[in-house]
């Protein structure tokens, strides 16, 4: 079993900043997976960013690509995602998910960003 806390969301002007945060707990492997997913009202959840437990291979989402970071700290079993320049459009929940496999695909319960314009 993997625990995930998501932290850090929050009310921000449009071009500000937020970092988010996951803590990771439990029995979590080094071949696992983390995502930062988001879920905006009415729309379907959309992939954000991931990155390797060991931390070598991120990849981005088209729309958040040159304005968000994923990054972890393998010593705090946290991973983070570090969102700049933010528009209104990236309002959503957004979840942290920790997958290995079909069977071991963890979620987080989400935190709010909302981002005014």
């Known amino acids: 079993q993997v625990q995930l806390v998501e932290s850090g969301g929050g009310l921000v002007q449009a071009g500000g900043s937020l970092r988010l945060s996951c803590v990771a707990s439990?029995?979590?492997?080094?071949?696992?997976?983390m995502n930062w997913f988001r879920q905006a009202p009415g729309k379907e959840r959309e992939f954000v960013a991931s990155v390797t437990w060991i931390g070598l291979t991120r990849y981005y989402g088209d729309s958040v690509k040159g304005r968000f970071t994923i990054s972890r700290d393998s010593a705090k079993n946290t991973v983070y995602l570090q969102m700049n320049s933010l528009k209104p459009e990236d309002t959503a929940v957004y979840y942290c998910?920790?997958?290995?496999?079909?069977?071991?695909?963890?979620w987080g319960q989400g935190t709010q960003v909302t981002v005014s314009s």
């Open positions: 439990g029995r979590l492997f080094s071949g696992y997976t």
């Open positions: 998910n920790a997958h290995l496999s079909t069977r071991d695909d963890y």
